[in-house]
């Protein structure tokens, strides 16, 4: 019904830069708030990022002033940028989605996740 598609993840060196994009199709209304998560082997799923529909963003401490959340309403579409990686931003990443579907209902949706791995 909803699917969330994540891309642009890889292996990079430390101090390098990746771009995630993620982008959601189906039977979409509306897509209220986005959101990356991570997830790093043994722990526990996290917040990275999130981004409202009108543009209001909160960040995770440990990525301020390193990765930069965005949205593109009309293409449902949300991206991170990573910039200054270090191997503890190793991890799987997810794309979440507020998504109210043109039948009425209202949930989360995920994608499938991306694997990001930092070089020491």
């Known amino acids: 019904q909803v699917q969330l598609v994540e891309s642009g993840g890889g292996l990079v060196q430390a101090g390098g830069s990746l771009r995630l994009s993620c982008v959601a199709s189906g039977s979409i209304f509306r897509i209220n708030d986005m959101a990356w998560y991570r997830q790093a082997p043994g722990k526990q799923r996290e917040l990275v990022a999130a981004i409202t529909s009108g543009g209001s963003i909160n960040y995770a401490d440990s990525v301020k002033g390193r990765f930069t959340i965005s949205r593109d309403n009309a293409k449902n579409a949300v991206y991170l940028q990573m910039n200054s990686l270090k191997p503890e931003d190793t991890a799987v990443y997810y794309c979440?989605?507020?998504?109210?579907?043109?039948?009425?209902?209202?949930?989360?949706?995920w994608g499938q996740g991306t694997q990001v791995t930092v070089s020491s």
């Open positions: 979440n989605g507020a998504v109210l579907t043109t039948t009425g209902l209202f949930g989360g949706y």
